[in-house]
């Protein structure tokens, strides 16, 4: 145990294995910078071990690697993308760009893709309009694996809202959140490690209860996020992503782990230049104070400091550059045998502290 | 006790109340219209009773209610607006007339105001937007009384988010909520029945430490929805309202209880033409399949219905347009009181059932 990846050769390791299934270098480069990004900020469930589903769904011919997609139609400030099924990255990196380009040209963009795949840590995407000057929204729908508050079948997916603002990445507020208790997958590793409970508010059992207990919560449903609100927040979501793209909707969308049908989930992408509001230095220096006194506010009891959206992640980013990413041995196996499979060099290992 | 009130007697009550304050009608006729929306929604901290700290903020000066302000400056699909202490209700049917103009033209359009009053319930905004045709989304930022996550220092408000679509007003989805748990009063009153526990979640003491006991919260701290994740939901709310706006932030922020400076909020209009992305009744279709599969979903144990957003505040609505408005003794004392100073004819009460 304890093995480690610089992100410069996790970046080489991606792109191989992603041109080796045909992917052209760009869409590439892409892919493998937005997985290596989840990696490096500790959000390991939109990392390199993605890459492994979307080869998945790219031998099944449900990822188009060569597609970028194109624009349906666009009007005034506003875009409707078709993604076409290819890389969720490579088509987001197109539809980014437009939003960009109509926020410079607008004051604000909005874009709207259907038919897209999953495109990794949504942050990457809002900070792709942050660093061209824009507040960045970015909004996706996902395999239906939530039940609505009051109900016990699943309906919609962890539709995760995510903001980014213009200034530097480093100091910065960053929200990326699932619009869950919390994410699914804190349930799987809790049931993996044989915890017997997790805390309350995270899941509820198959009949809809709430529980505490590991494995009628990893048999059950995960809670959205403070009950009613979370599903509201969650349906928000899906209105600006499947029903105003005319994407698939409900039990249409696919599984990233099921290789019956496409994912074919919607994204959203909002940028607005905030030029067109204030000065960009007087932006970032009002950020600057809000971000200060929120960090400099008393902490509460059994606490030594108060956090903004993106500071945690921040921090392992820092750490994780340092000192590599850490992999666990099951997930080293995996990609190596993916490298063999597709006759690509193996990961270079650095030995981690 | 249980007296109750016609919408339409509530409405020409407080317009009367409104004009007898120097308002012009127009500005009255919003006002007294948006107020009247909360009270026949079930939303009573939203409804006339603010109107009794509209009319202490207009003898004190702070709100100026023939102002309706101004654009600072437009530019494509966005437009600063400077709310010049106008009504909020006067000035927000301002800007979301211009959100629904840059929209109509531009596929979507964004307007943000400074300088602003209290705006009643955010829903009325975003279903002026949705009524136009528009997916249209209304935040404001509030008076601090919400300490962030991991913190015992108030630093933001109850930041509302609020999302309206279009289609039918009675059948919709219609989301506006708070960024924290529960709204602040349900805190208050809870200790106003004197209960001596509330539901885990909703609250911290003044040291912030999570509570139960009812008296410990309300001398103590609202809790963001969910933790960390709603403190996150709420600094996206200041961002898009305060600091894109160039308006007040933190302690600058008044409190429509208070009458020392103005209350100095701002607000965020988000427009969005539908019929830019599919055609209109493609986009309603789509929105009443969405709803459907919702409210058809198997309800979890313990429950025997799935609501969607809004649809426990239509009932309400049906309830008070057949029967009326209900008030308390105390608020009719209060409203009738304010008739006697200002001179105008009391409400006509009709029996509750």
């Known amino acids: 145990m304890g093995q480690a990846v610089t992100p410069e050769e996790l970046e080489r390791f991606g792109i191989a294995l992603l041109e080796a299934a045909g992917t052209p270098t760009p869409f590439a480069r892409e892919v493998a910078r937005n997985l290596v990004f989840g990696n490096l900020r500790g959000v390991d469930s939109h990392g390199i071990r993605l890459l492994l589903y979307y080869l998945e769904h790219i031998r099944h011919g449900l990822i188009v690697p060569t597609a970028v997609g194109e624009p349906l139609h666009e009007f005034g400030a506003i875009c409707a993308y078709d993604a076409a099924f290819g890389l969720g990255a490579a088509t987001s990196a197109e539809c980014c760009a437009i939003a960009n380009r109509l926020a410079s040209t607008h004051g604000v963009g909005v874009v709207t893709a259907r038919r897209a795949n999953h495109f990794g840590a949504a942050a990457f995407w809002a900070r792709r309009m942050a660093d061209a000057g824009h507040i960045g929204l970015a909004f996706c729908n996902a395999s239906t694996i939530v039940a609505p508050w009051q109900s016990k079948e699943p309906r919609f997916g962890t539709n995760p809202i995510c903001m980014a603002v213009p200034g530097p990445y480093e100091d910065s507020f960053l929200l990326d959140m699932a619009t869950t208790t919390v994410a699914a997958n804190r349930i799987f590793k809790a049931f993996q490690n044989n915890e017997p409970s997790i805390p309350a508010g995270w899941a509820a059992d198959k009949d809809g209860r709430p529980t505490t207990d590991t494995k ?40 990233i782990r099921y290789t019956e049908k496409p994912l074919s989930v919607s994204h959203f992408f909002l940028a607005i230049d905030v030029r067109r509001f204030l000065p960009a230095d007087e932006f970032e220096a009002r950020m600057a104070r809000l971000v200060a006194e929120l960090r400099g506010s008393a902490p509460a009891a059994g606490y030594d400091e108060v956090l ?46």
């Open 216 to 255: 009628e919560a990893y048999n059950g449903l995960v809670a959205p996020l403070g009950g009613y609100k979370g599903t509201g927040l969650a349906v928000m979501v899906e209105i600006l992503t499947s029903v105003l793209s005319g994407g698939a909707m409900g039990a249409e969308i696919g599984g």
């Open 308 to 353: 903004v959206a993106g500071d945690p992640e921040i921090r392992i980013e820092r750490e994780r550059r340092a000192h590599g990413i850490p992999f666990s041995d099951a997930d080293l196996a995996a990609l190596h045998e993916a490298a063999l499979s597709f006759g690509v060099e193996p990961l270079q290992l650095k030995n981690a502290r």
